[in-house]
C-alpha cells in the first residue's frame, strides 16, 4: 500500500506551507511536494489606492525584506511618472537595499542555517537551532546578531520612523543624506568586514564535511535569472535581467523591465498557492529556473569589489560553467554580505552622495508601470497600472520564493529520495528535507504571525488516510 | 537607550493581527517620556536581543489566537531556552529574553501584553471586539510603564 508522509510546519509565519513525501507500496519516495496553504492577495488589496502610496503600502508585506519590495514599488512608480531620477537618489537606494542584503542574508545564515553546520544535521531539534548555538558557539551567535544589527541600522537611520517609512518615495527619496550619517555608517564598516571574513574562512573549511549534501540538495541542472549592471557584474538594483543556463552561457538579456512577460509565464497547480514562474521560451515545466544568491554569483562575470572577487573566483571554481549545487546558496550568501559592505563603502565615498538632488517630481505620464530589482532571496518584480487619475486598477508582483518554486519542489525530490526511509521516520532525514528548503531560504511572512502554538508536524500516511508514524515539534 | 522599551509586533496587513502596531501608535500619541520608547516590528528577530539587554523593563505587545474577541491580559514573562522550528524567521519574546543574557549578560525585567484577535484575514482594520480594546490595553500598558519606571 502506498503511503504519504506530510511535514507541516504550523508555526506563525512559515506555517501555511507543508511538505508532503509520497511513498511507494516498498517504503521508497515516489514523489515530494511543497505546499503553500494560504492565499496571498495582496494584489487584489492595491487596487483603488494611488500609486504613490504604493511604496510604503508594499513595505508593510514583509517584515523581512520590506526594503525589497520598497525599491521594486518605487521603482514602478518611477515608470508610471516616466522619470529618471536623480544618480545620488540611486545610489541612496543602492546602499539602502545593499544595507537590507545584509541583514537579510545574515539572518538566513547564522540564525536558520548554522545550526546545520555546527551542530549536525543528526542532531536534537531541540538542540539544532539559535539556543544551541549560543551555547556551543557564543562567538558566532553574537556574530550573526552583530551583521544583522549593522544592516538594520543602516535601513532605519536612511529611512526614520520605523512604522511608516517614507523615506524611499517615486522619483527618488524624500530627504538627503547628511555627513554626520555618511561618516556614522562608514565607521561601523571595517568591522562588519572582519566578521564576515571570518565568518567565511570557517564556512569553507566546513565545507568538507557536507559533500553528500553538497551532492543531493537541489542539485541540478536549470537556468538561472538575475540583474547583472553594464559591465556583467553584481547588481541588486537595477540593471539587465540575464538568464544563463547549467554551462553558463546567457540564454537571454532582458534590457526593458516592461518585457519581462516575455519571457517569463506563471503556471498554476491545484495543491499549491504559489505560482511556478517559468521560463517561457521553455515551456512549462522545463523551464526551471532558479533565482536569488546563488543565481546571482552564477550570471556575472565579476562581483565588482576586490575582497568579492577573490571570494567569488574561488566559489565558482567549485562548478563547472556555473555552480549547480543549492546548498551553496549558503556561501553565496556569504559573499553577498561581503561584497554588500564593500560596496556600501564604495557609495558612501562618492562625494556625489551628499548631493541635494535627490528627487523628480511629475504626475501620472504613464498607465503602466514594471519596477524589478533583486531581493535578499532573488529577483522581485512589481507591475503595476493606473487610470487617468493615478489609482492602481491592477499589481502584480512576482516574488523571489515564487521563482524558486518549481526548483524547490524538485530539490524536495532530490533530498527525500536519497535519505528518506519511508518505514520509519528518523530525524536527520527529515531535517535535511527542511534543509534543502531551507537553503533556498523561503519567506512566506506576509501571513500572519500572532501568539499561537508553534509547532512542526511530521506525519507518515497511508493512502487511506491512517497515520502510520509521527513526529511532533513543540 | 530607554529605561521602559515597549515593543509591538504583527502584521498591519493581517487586519487583528496589527494591534501591537496600533498600540505602539497609541503610545507615541498618548505618552512623552524620554525614559519609554515604543517600537513596531513585524516579526521579532534576534538582533533586537541587543535593545533588550540595554533596556531595564520591556513590555512586548501581540495579537494573540484564541480565546474570546478582544480579551486582553498582561503577564510577566521569564526567558526560555527553547525556541521554534529552525524554519522561521520569527523567535518569541521569551527566547530573545534568553538570548540577551546569553549575548550579553543582560536582561529586562519583562511583560507580554496580549489581545485576542478574531479576523486575522488580509486588510487594515479591527474587528469591532478588538478595535473597543485596543485604547483600553493601551492605556493600561502605559500605566504599567510609568509604574516600572518609579520602581527604577
Known amino acids: ?474 | 537607550m530607554p529605561n521602559v522599551l515597549i515593543i509591538g509586533y504583527g502584521n498591519p496587513l493581517r487586519r487583528d493581527d496589527g494591534a501591537g502596531w496600533e498600540i505602539v501608535e497609541w503610545i507615541e500619541k498618548n505618552l512623552y517620556n524620554d525614559h519609554i520608547e515604543a517600537d513596531a516590528y513585524h516579526q521579532l528577530t534576534p538582533d533586537l536581543a541587543e535593545e533588550l539587554s540595554r533596556a531595564r523593563v520591556v513590555i512586548f505587545v501581540d495579537a494573540e489566537e484564541g480565546g474570546e474577541p478582544g480579551a486582553s491580559s498582561i503577564r510577566e514573562l521569564e526567558a526560555e531556552t527553547i525556541t521554534s522550528s529552525a524554519f522561521t524567521h520569527h523567535i518569541n519574546p521569551s527566547v530573545l529574553l534568553s538570548l540577551s543574557q546569553s549575548l550579553y549578560g543582560k536582561q529586562p525585567k519583562a511583560f507580554l501584553s496580549a489581545i485576542c484577535g478574531e479576523d486575522f484575514g488580509l486588510g487594515e482594520g479591527f474587528s469591532p471586539k478588538v478595535e473597543e480594546e485596543i485604547p483600553l490595553l493601551a492605556n493600561r500598558i502605559k500605566e504599567l510603564a510609568l509604574h516600572e519606571l518609579l520602581l527604577l
Open chain 1, 1 to 474: 500500500m502506498g503511503k504519504q508522509l506530510v511535514i507541516d510546519p504550523v508555526t506563525r509565519i512559515e506555517g501555511h506551507a507543508k511538505i508532503t513525501i509520497h511513498l511507494n507500496d516498498e517504503g521508497h519516495v515516489d514523489d515530494a511536494m511543497f505546499h503553500v496553504t494560504q492565499f496571498r492577495g495582496f494584489e487584489k488589496f492595491c487596487e483603488g489606492r494611488p500609486f504613490a502610496e504604493m511604496p510604503s503600502l508594499m513595505a508593510r508585506i514583509c517584515g523581512i525584506c520590506p526594503v525589497s519590495h520598497l525599491m521594486a514599488s518605487a521603482k514602478a512608480c518611477d515608470a508610471i511618472l516616466a522619470v529618471s531620477i536623480p544618480e545620488t537618489a540611486a545610489n541612496l537606494r543602492r546602499v539602502m537595499n545593499l544595507a537590507q542584503i545584509v541583514q537579510s542574508h545574515a539572518l538566513s545564515f547564522f540564525h536558520l542555517s548554522s545550526p546545520d553546520f555546527l551542530l549536525g544535521m543528526d542532531a536534537d531539534p531541540k538542540d539544532r537551532n539559535v539556543i544551541g548555538l549560543l551555547n556551543k558557539f557564543p562567538e558566532i551567535a553574537k556574530d550573526g546578531v552583530y551583521l544583522r544589527k549593522f544592516g538594520q541600522e543602516i535601513i532605519q537611520s536612511l529611512g526614520g520612523k520605523r512604522i511608516h517609512p517614507a523615506w524611499v518615495v517615486p522619483g527618488g527619496v524624500n530627504e538627503p543624506l547628511s555627513v554626520e550619517l555618511r561618516d556614522h555608517i562608514l565607521d561601523g564598516i571595517p568591522d562588519a568586514l572582519t566578521v564576515i571574513q571570518k565568518t567565511l574562512e570557517w564556512f569553507k573549511r566546513s565545507l568538507d564535511d557536507y559533500h553528500e549534501e553538497t551532492r543531493t540538495f537541489a542539485n541540478f541542472p536549470s537556468l538561472f535569472m538575475a540583474l547583472v549592471n553594464p559591465a556583467n557584474e553584481l547588481a541588486h538594483y537595477d540593471g539587465k535581467l540575464r538568464f544563463v543556463d547549467a554551462s553558463g552561457r546567457i540564454v537571454a538579456d532582458m534590457k526593458k523591465a516592461s518585457k519581462y512577460s516575455d519571457y517569463i509565464g506563471e503556471a498554476v497547480e491545484p495543491w499549491t498557492y504559489l505560482k511556478f514562474p517559468y521560463y517561457k521560451p521553455t515551456g512549462y515545466p522545463e523551464g526551471i529556473y532558479r533565482v536569488g544568491p546563488l543565481a546571482r554569483l552564477n550570471v556575472i562575470e565579476s562581483c565588482g569589489t576586490p575582497l568579492a572577487n577573490q571570494e567569488w573566483a574561488e566559489f565558482r571554481a567549485l562548478g563547472r560553467g556555473v555552480v549547480l549545487s543549492s546548498f551553496h546558496y549558503h556561501y553565496a550568501r556569504l559573499i553577498e554580505i561581503l561584497y554588500a559592505l564593500e560596496k556600501i563603502q564604495i557609495l558612501l565615498e562618492d562625494p556625489d552622495i551628499l548631493s541635494k538632488r535627490v528627487r523628480a517630481f511629475a504626475g501620472t505620464n504613464n498607465l503602466e508601470g514594471v519596477g524589478i530589482s533583486e531581493a535578499p532571496r532573488g529577483t522581485l518584480i512589481h507591475h503595476y497600472k493606473v487610470n487617468e487619475d493615478g489609482l492602481m486598477t491592477h499589481a502584480n508582483l512576482i516574488i523571489a520564493t515564487g521563482h524558486n518554486n518549481l526548483a524547490m519542489n524538485r530539490g524536495v525530490l532530490q533530498v527525500a529520495k536519497h535519505f528518506v526511509d519511508g518505514n520509519k521516520l528518523k530525524e536527520g532525514m527529515l531535517n535535511r528535507v527542511e534543509a534543502v528548503i531551507r537553503a533556498f531560504d523561503p519567506c512566506l511572512s506576509c501571513s500572519t504571525h500572532s501568539l499561537g502554538k508553534m509547532q512542526m508536524q511530521i506525519q507518515l500516511i497511508d493512502r487511506d488516510g491512517i497515520i502510520v508514524d509521527q513526529v511532533q515539534r513543540d
